[in-house]
């Protein structure tokens, strides 16, 4: 799939537009069977073309993307290492292509916090484009978000073990 230290884009597209909503570079730490996680340091630019602004994020990240999985995220992290929180973003499954990882954004999002606790977000956005969206997508964007609590819950790859939750985090 991809080499560990391999540097990669990642780009969000938004459908049916067939526009580029926002993209990123990272960095692959970890191949597995079905999933790569990738890193992005402090400091990393987050390239929101939708809103036409570009963030550098002041917090290291891990995003896990797996094969078939509606979903992808992973955990902020402050410079010690404790978890800041979770970001999972509802998406189709990820095409992995030669230096690039790319989906459609399917405007849910979910947020845990570190002790685990779970909120999904932007339902009036995806309520919005329900019916623009292929009638799979739409089951398959309710049941990721079932998923991504299953998964927390669960405490599987990456999650890592519940702390003291914090604010949320500042998003574009």
Not at 107 to 129: I, S
Request: with cysteine; proline share 6%; net charge negative.
């Amino acid at each position: 799939m991809y080499a560990l230290g391999q540097q990669l884009r990642v780009e969000f597209w938004k459908y049916p537009e067939e526009r580029l909503h926002y993209w990123w570079e990272a960095e692959v730490r970890e191949v597995r069977e079905g999933a790569v996680l990738l890193y992005m340091p402090p400091g990393f630019e987050f390239h929101h073309e939708s809103k036409q602004r570009v963030l550098r994020v002041d917090h290291q990240a891990y995003v896990a993307f797996f094969e078939g999985r509606w979903y992808s995220g992973g955990p902020d992290l402050d410079p010690q290492g404790r978890v800041l929180e979770y970001y999972w973003n509802v998406q189709t499954p990820p095409r992995f292509e030669v230096g690039l990882i790319r989906q459609y954004d399917l405007e849910l999002d979910v947020k845990c916090r570190a002790d685990h606790r779970c909120q999904t977000f932007d339902l009036e956005e995806f309520a919005a484009k329900v019916n623009r969206y292929p009638a799979e997508w739409v089951e398959q964007a309710r049941q990721a978000v079932a998923e991504i609590e299953r998964h927390v819950q669960q405490r599987e790859w990456p999650v890592l073990p519940p702390g003291e939750a914090g604010d949320w985090l500042e998003r574009v």
